[in-house]
Nanobody, 115 residues
Framework: QLQFVESGGGLVQPGGSLRLSCAAS????????IGWFRQAPGKQRELVAR???????NYADSVKGRFTVSRDNGENTVYLQMNSLKPEDTAVYYC?????????WGPGTQVTVSS
């Protein structure tokens, strides 16, 4: 019964901002991490940002200082605030939940940065 609903993707000009959200429901197990991956055409899927169960955050070097990952007080929704967007940020962004060695994926939302 685990479900993810992603929103916030779209087309934005370089230097602009987008805010992605991922609402998770139906999950009853404690998770190890929740966050975002992205995959661009011809590239490997990569970790963008995540929040560990203890509250620590991790960011890819390419997005540090520009992206911020957060969650609501109930920890059922995770957000990705993306500022100063670059064309290199163009990708499909996937919400991800990690439980031990298992990964659960959202459907993905397209982010396109172009003038």
């Amino acid at each position: 019964q685990l479900q993810f609903v992603e929103s916030g993707g779209g087309l934005v000009q370089p230097g602009g901002s987008l805010r992605l959200s991922c609402a998770a429901s139906g999950f009853t197990l404690e998770y190890d991490a929740i966050g975002w991956f992205r995959q661009a055409p011809g590239k490997q899927r990569e970790l963008v940002a995540r929040i560990m169960s203890g509250g620590n955050t991790n960011y890819a070097d390419s997005v540090k200082g520009r992206f911020t990952v957060s969650r609501d007080n109930g920890e059922n929704t995770v957000y990705l605030q993306m500022n100063s967007l670059k064309p290199e940020d163009t990708a499909v962004y996937y919400c991800n939940l990690q439980v031990l060695a298992r990964f659960y994926w959202g459907p993905g939302t397209q982010v396109t940065v172009s003038s």
